[in-house]
């Protein structure tokens, strides 16, 4: 047990002041993601979008 102790005491002294720029990567992927699918949302339920995936799923449901 006080290897394992030991282990993650050098692992930490390893990281540096730098340990906490990982959490900030992970908020700005999360942000851009969801600026991302608020975009695509938008772009999904606009009139022209909308009528196409509408013929296109009409198609494919009237070839079955």
Do not use: N, W
Not at 50 to 64: D, E, H, P, T
């Amino acid at each position: 047990m006080l290897c394992g102790v030991h282990r993650l005491r050098q692992r930490a002294a390893r990281r540096g002041p730098d340990a906490g720029m990982t959490t900030a990567e992970y908020a700005v992927g999360t942000v851009a993601a969801c600026g991302f699918a608020a975009l695509l949302y938008k772009v999904v339920t606009s009139g022209a979008v909308s009528s196409a995936l509408q013929g296109l799923i009409r198609r494919a449901l009237g070839a079955v």
